[in-house]
């Protein structure tokens, strides 16, 4: 993707809550994935869940949750029952470009949790 | 634990100087992938390599260089070190090429000095 953009700096939720990220990205490619990566204060990039844009069905993973719009190019994600460990950043990624496949991040939503 | 393994954790250099990072991909992975992560600034890619093979370049300087070995690990290369080269650098690694999940190492904190 040339440009994946997250809107949204930061965020705060309160436990239990849920929450939504949002994720907006360009790309020519037809059959692609996405990503969700975490990344709480230890800096480890953490996948938290993909999306192949092939499949209409959103993906989910436990309490996470993703609302694809493909024709949108947007690609939310949903965090339910929020946890003080979901504190973190959280990065959107999606593809750059064909041939060589190679992942391009948005800059980032800091999200706290908040007891 | 991802699977991929990238050492030193932590390295302080002062510039001028040559570093070598380096990574193990997970078993059975043959994409390496390099990225870079500075202060306040997301993941910019720097370069991928596929079984050997360098397959993408991305934003990475001149001064830089990476290769993989037969074995599959990846060595990065960051010489005449300025400041601005204090970043944290990720390794990840794929299968394949395509589609699939890039996984990532704890990284390598490099502080220039």
């Known amino acids: 993707a040339q440009t994946v953009t997250q809107s949204q700096p930061e965020m705060s939720v309160q436990e239990a809550e849920t929450v939504t990220l949002s994720c907006t990205y360009d790309?020519?490619?037809?059959?692609?994935?996405l990503f969700w990566y975490k990344q709480p204060p230890s800096r480890q990039m953490i996948l938290v869940i993909r999306?192949?844009?092939?499949?209409?069905q959103n993906a989910t993973e436990n309490r996470f949750s993703v609302n694809f719009q493909k024709a949108a190019k947007s690609f939310s994600l949903k965090i339910s029952d929020s946890q003080l460990g979901d504190t973190a950043m959280y990065f959107c990624?999606?593809?750059?470009?064909?041939?060589?496949?190679?992942?391009?991040f948005g800059k980032g939503t800091k999200l706290s949790v908040i007891p | 634990d991802s699977g991929v393994t990238q050492t030193p954790k932590h390295l302080i250099t002062a510039t001028g100087q040559r570093v070598t990072l380096r990574c193990s991909p997970r078993?059975?992975?043959?994409?390496v992938y390099w990225y870079q992560q500075s202060l306040d600034q997301g993941l910019q890619f720097l370069i991928q390599?596929?079984?050997?093979?360098?397959?993408a370049k991305g934003n990475i300087l001149e001064r830089f260089s990476a290769q993989q070995f037969p074995d599959l690990h990846s060595e990065l290369n960051l010489s005449s070190l300025e400041l601005g080269d204090s970043a944290l650098y990720f390794c990840?690694?794929?299968?394949?090429?395509?589609?699939?999940?890039?996984?990532f190492g704890e990284g390598s904190w490099l502080t220039v000095v």
């Open positions: 390599y596929y079984n050997g093979e360098e397959r």
């Open positions: 790309t020519s490619e037809n059959n692609y994935y």
């Open positions: 078993s059975g992975d043959l994409s």
């Open positions: 999306q192949e844009a092939y499949k209409q």
């Open positions: 990840a690694s794929s299968v394949g090429l395509i589609g699939n999940t890039i996984y």
């Open positions: 990624a999606a593809p750059s470009g064909a041939g060589s496949y190679q992942l391009t």
